[in-house]
T-cell receptor, first 114, second 113 residues
Framework: EAAVTQSPRNKVAVTGGKVTLSCNQT?????MYWYRQDTGHGLRLIHY???????EKGDIPDGYKASRPSQENFSLILELATPSQTSVYFC?????????????FGHGTKLSVL | GEQVEQLPSSLIVQEGASVLINCSYT??????FPWYKQEPGKRLQFIID?????ERKQTQRLTLLFDKKTKHLSLHITATQPGDSAIYFCSASMSYNQGKLIFGQGTKLSIKP
């Protein structure tokens, strides 16, 4: 079973503070993704990566940075957190082995920025 | 850019009934449409997908229909069970082998025992 682990599961941050959300996958998937989920919006893509050392901007990258230091780890960094970044963040890894890429998600990180 | 809309936003049915969830998209360049399910307290999980060169796909109690002309999909779930209670997400991608998805807002399905 593919495994994607996010930490922390819950985080309260102050406005202007730095927040790092971590994601680890043991699937040996090349592709990893960060999405955020807000009520009424479904999930929206923030950043993604094709492999170690690679990061790409998704649909809503402003205010976020990403880091992929290894195949297994993909971090999302909020340098100066704002209340508008209060959301649930999901990490996923992707397997295109069957021809269609299916995503395996973590449990999510609930972030509140006060 | 691509937009994905789902209807209804919520649905309550009796156990054993069938349900239909509708999804529409705007960009004809989208070629791949996976669906995910989010049960309460659990991870999102893949449930079914379809490519734009197909019209229908079925797996167990799920049937996914695709109409390229109208840019419309519908997910049919038969013989619903309490474990089907979840939020169902339709998504669209311009590539088969990348997880760069545009998601709909989700449909919350509640099954009454």
């Amino acid at each position: 079973e593919a495994a994607v682990t996010q930490s922390p599961r819950n985080k309260v941050a102050v406005t202007g503070g730095k927040v790092t959300l971590s994601c680890n996958q043991t699937n040996n998937h090349n592709n990893m993704y960060w999405y955020r989920q807000d009520t009424g919006h479904g999930l929206r893509l923030i950043h993604y990566s094709y492999g170690a050392g690679s990061t790409e901007k998704g649909d809503i990258p402003d205010g976020y940075k990403a880091s992929r230091p290894s195949q297994e780890n993909f971090s999302l960094i909020l340098e100066l957190a704002t209340p508008s970044q209060t959301s649930v963040y999901f990490c996923a890894s992707g397997d295109a082995g069957q021809g269609n890429e299916r995503l395996f998600f973590g449990h999510g990180t609930k972030l509140s920025v006060l | 850019g691509e937009q994905v809309e789902q209807l209804p936003s919520s649905l309550i049915v009796q156990e054993g009934a069938s349900v239909l969830i509708n999804c529409s998209y705007t960009d004809s360049a989208s070629v791949y449409f996976p669906w995910y399910k989010q049960e309460p307290g659990k991870r999102l999980q893949f449930i079914i997908d379809i490519r734009s060169n197909m019209e229908r796909k079925q797996t167990q109690r799920l049937t996914l229909l695709f109409d390229k002309k109208t840019k419309h999909l519908s997910l049919h779930i038969t013989a619903t069970q309490p474990g089907d209670s979840a939020i169902y997400f339709c998504s669209a991608s311009m590539s088969y082998n990348q997880g760069k998805l545009i998601f709909g807002q989700g449909t919350k399905l509640s099954i009454k025992p």
